[in-house]
């Protein structure tokens, strides 16, 4: 079994900062790509930032220079460091990752269970 599980959330006054942990564990031969979706209430899912492992990134428009997705591979945990947070980046973040279980196995996507980031204005 492979698990997702994301910390870190909470309540915020605007203009803060929050650090979003996701820590995955199990069976796991190789983490590929990982991201952190955040969905709205009443709006779809939305991609936020993609890390893959070999370190490169990239973010969806709204949140470019405010936050910054990290991993740590040996310890399997990616990271989003949120800054000068506003009441739109409300919303509950999930993680996901492409995992491969073996040396012969394919990659399957997995996700986190969703931690809550609510942004006080």
């Known amino acids: 079994q492979v698990q997702l599980v994301e910390s870190g959330g909470g309540l915020v006054q605007a203009g803060g900062s929050l650090r979003l942990s996701c820590a995955a564990s199990?069976?796991?031969?190789?983490?590929?790509?990982m991201r952190w979706y955040r969905q709205a209430p009443g709006k779809q899912r939305e991609l936020v930032a993609t890390i893959t492992n070999g370190g490169s990134t990239n973010y969806e428009d709204s949140v470019k220079g405010r936050f910054t997705i990290s991993r740590d591979n040996p310890k399997k945990i990616v990271y989003l460091q949120m800054s000068s947070l506003k009441p739109e980046d409300t919303a509950v973040y999930y993680c996901?990752?492409?995992?491969?279980?073996?040396?012969?196995?394919?990659?399957?996507?997995?996700w986190g269970q969703g931690t809550q980031v609510t942004v006080s204005s």
């Open positions: 199990g069976s796991i031969f190789n983490i590929y790509d």
């Open positions: 996901n990752a492409d995992i491969s279980r073996g040396l012969l196995q394919s990659r399957h996507r997995y």
